[in-house]
């Protein structure tokens, strides 16, 4: 079965959705976890199912719940919030594949480096006027500059979670 969603323009419900991401560290023994609180988007659904889009993180927004690694992680050493404010991902691509899933490609640009990023989105709830997407993906730090490792203490991929719901936009 697949999931039909409405034609037309969609708007990032910042209040019902989330971006989180986990990545090990302390050698593998800790796993870090944070939320970016700041999130905006916008989307288009086309006529023939496909959808274009962009999604934007305020990089400055990462929660960890904790204030002095909040505060290094958005320093030169790691995201550069106060040179890069902001990590994008532009949907080029999102096609409807089997069941409730859309195959999503397009840009991750973090840093000011932007790479092609391609993932399997799930769509969890849609009707006339709201759409919300389930996705998970892991992202190569090193690829975006963030190559800071003290003492080898961060290893593998980045982990990243989305909730995403869309409402209709007004016309």
């Known amino acids: 079965m697949s999931v039909a969603v409405e034609t037309g323009l969609w708007q990032l419900d910042p209040a019902r959705s989330t971006v989180a991401l986990q990545h ?3 050698w593998g023994l800790v796993t870090v976890k944070g939320t970016y609180t700041a999130v905006t988007g916008e989307g288009e659904v086309r006529p023939d199912g496909s959808a274009s889009g962009t999604l934007t993180l305020d990089a400055a927004s990462l929660d960890t719940k904790n204030a002095k690694r ?3 992680l958005v320093s030169a050493d790691f995201f550069d919030a106060g040179r890069h404010p902001e990590i994008t991902f532009t949907v080029h691509s999102a096609v409807p594949g089997a069941g409730d899933t859309v195959e999503v490609s397009g840009q991750l640009t973090v840093r000011g ?3 092609p ?3 399997t989105a799930h769509v969890t709830d849609a009707d006339a006027d709201a759409v919300t997407l389930n996705a998970e993906l892991t992202v190569d730090r090193a690829e975006f500059g963030l190559g800071w490792n003290q003492l080898g203490m ?3 991929l980045t982990n990243v979670t989305a909730s995403l ?3 209709r936009k007004a016309v």
């Open 165 to 167: 719901r869309f409402a």
């Open 24 to 26: 090990k560290t302390m």
């Open 113 to 115: 480096i932007s790479r």
């Open 154 to 156: 961060i290893r593998g």
């Open 70 to 72: 909040d505060k290094h």
């Open 117 to 119: 990023q391609s993932f």
